[in-house]
């Protein structure tokens, strides 16, 4: 019998792209699958559209507030541990998939006991022959996941590669790595997340595998640089301090002097080319992270005026 795998998609605000996602997945070949979509308190009653238009194949979840990348995955994750999947797939809403994508990514688990995360090849949706993530390592001074990334596939070598690191846009999971490490960190509500769940699954024992026989298609970044650019920024500098506390803390006076060193020369740039509001931002997260402010913050900070 084929493994029963649950598919978590997110959504906020996001309805187009996730209806252009699951008419992707409604053409897979895998057949044991369940669709979650979890709806992360989008607005114009998205929930309910997503419900009205597809509660016959997938299954809704809605959030009474946003809880950000990793408490909304964690609603659907913890709904298909309780379901019992044997896998967890998570999807960005902002992705399609090929329709032969599921396969070499579940029959890399038969090879080990040990195999505990496997990940697709990630090209870029508007440059189909471009990669934008195919697995990498974590740097414990930057602080941060680093994937292969920017390449043309006729550079890249074929394959299945052991990674220390993969994006939380399309990663599998064994159930039984999410029991034993735990699900997202709620701490990070949004960035570096992902990469402290690989962390947590290599210091278990787990191996984590990018396949590029697999392959989806990612539009990278569309849900946040619409209207809040300064989103990422705020949340990838406060949390890269937190991973680093958090998971290296023999290490964490390096990295900590390595992002203010950098933070500083790029406010200096930032002054000269009027990006002011680039400075605030990054001095909000630092303190932030120093006052121990972590989970959602403020997003009205990040919206730019013009």
Known sequence: MQARIHIVILNWNGIDDTSQLLSSLFKISYPNIKIIVVDNNSLNDEAE???????????????KKNLGFSGGNNIGIK????????????????????????????NKFNSSNQVGITAPQINYFNEPDKIWSAGGKISRIRSSGFAKSNIKETEFNKGHKSVSFVSGCCMLIRNEVLERIGLFDENFFLYNEDTDLCERAIRAGYEILIISESKIYHKVNSSTEKNMSLLPLYYTTRNRLYFAKKNFPTTFGLTFLYIISSMIFKSIIWFLSGKRKNISVVKNAIKDFLAGKMGMANHNNFVLTR
Not at 49 to 63: Q, R
Not at 80 to 103: G, W
């Open 79 to 106: 709904y298909s541990l309780e379901d019992k999947a044997d896998f967890v797939l998570l999807l960005n809403n902002d992705t399609t998939v090929e329709a032969d994508f599921l396969e070499p990514l579940v």
């Open 49 to 63: 559209l997503l419900k009205n238009n597809y509660g016959d194949k997938v299954h809704i979840l809605s959030c």
